[in-house]
């Protein structure tokens, strides 16, 4: 018999009842220390005291209008954005889904209002992920995303990771942009390099094509710049957002160059929650604390901090683990271990990370989890492997 609940998630047997910092308590009173943040969403931790009463004190005044009327909060966050980033122009979502549906739309309605509209395809990379809706599934293109599920949305063209000769041979004059994770989150933390992402930046340039950047994973402070594109000195025409923006609320966006954006006029999209009073009050909150400066130094300096223990517990545990990877607080252990069974021996140790591609364990904490938070970390961890080498 089928459960209440659509049964699409192999859950684990935990129940978490309440959180603070960068730590949770189950049903039982049993404490965890959250290394996963709800897969990157919870940017500042559980119950933090700038955003619940940024919550609380919007849930007694307004929740929601719609879209049809002007959202003060909502124009007060894109105003942010606009002057933190490369965009002139924002459109809210509640989802990093709903943001990939808008950037695939944007770019295609681009050149369609250019006068070439033959230009459709969109370049994805193996092993990315742009969430779980028909455009979402389509773009990653593996079979684990689109079995079962077919006829896929047309219009993708996928190639593998890193291969720059095939990715220059690919572009032709059917294609639209090229959509890429500047570090992939699922496909096992794989951080594009910077080089690399300035060359795609030249390739578009010289192709007349879009570049769309998928930041809902490593975007809002993760790998310590507020987004991760930002290290290797390029800007995308195109960018998603999702996950850390809201702090664990439901927001997400995309961020565009007027040029990138000129086709969405009114009437070519919308969202009846996008952008809501609730969800851009926390989403002010949370930016106004991640783009501050001194805040972004002290999480490149607790980045630096968890590295460094993970490096030594890599040494220590050789017959678990393999490398780390990543960047900033978007980092990853390599397992020689089956990567589930970490999972699983993390729990049963009091340690909460997040299983990916590539036999990879993903470590995405609070961006504010204190320095005692990450010594811990790597003990509960060590544990954790010790159970598994016994």
Known sequence: MISSVLPTYSRAPLTFVSGAGS???????????????????????????????ALTE???????????????????????????????????????????????????KYFYDAGAP??????????????????????????????????????????????????????TDTTAAILIEPVQGEGGIRPVPDHCLKGLRDLCDTNGILLIMDEVQCGVGR?????AHEWSGITPDIMMVAKGIGGGFPLGCVLATEHAASGMTAGTHGSTYGGNPL?????????????APEFLDDVNRKAGLLRQRLEGLVANQADVFEEVRGS?????????????DVVNAG????????????????????????????????????????????
């Open 118 to 171: 033959e230009r459709v395809d969109i370049i994805t990379f193996d092993g990315s992920f742009h969430g779980r809706s028909a455009a979402g599934i389509a773009a990653a293109g593996s079979e684990k995303m689109t079995k079962g599920f077919g006829p896929i949305l047309g219009g993708f063209t996928h190639l593998a990771f890193g291969d720059h000769d095939t990715l220059t041979a690919a572009i």
């Open 223 to 227: 790998t310590g710049k507020l987004f």
């Open 328 to 340: 900033g607080l978007m980092l990853g252990l390599k397992c020689k271990a089956t990567n589930m």
């Open 23 to 53: 730590w949770l308590t189950t049903d039982d009173g049993d404490r965890y220390l959250d290394l996963g943040a709800g897969i990157a969403v919870n940017a500042l931790g559980h119950a933090h005291p700038a955003l619940t009463q």
């Open 279 to 291: 969800a851009c009050a926390v989403g002010n909150a949370v930016i106004d604390i991640v783009s």
């Open 347 to 390: 729990y049963a140790n009091g340690v909460i990370t997040v299983p990916a591609a590539d036999n990879v364990i993903r470590l995405l904490p609070a961006l504010n989890l204190t320095d005692d938070d990450i010594v811990q970390a790597a003990s509960l961890l060590d544990a954790a492997a010790s159970s598994l080498s016994q």
């Open 58 to 108: 919007q849930a007694g005044q307004l929740w929601h209008t719609s879209n049809l009327y002007n959202i003060p909060a909502q124009t007060a966050l894109a105003d942010k954005l606009v002057d933190l980033t490369f965009a002139d122009t924002v459109f809210f979502t509640n989802s990093g889904t709903e943001a990939c549906e808008l950037a695939v739309k944007m770019a295609r």
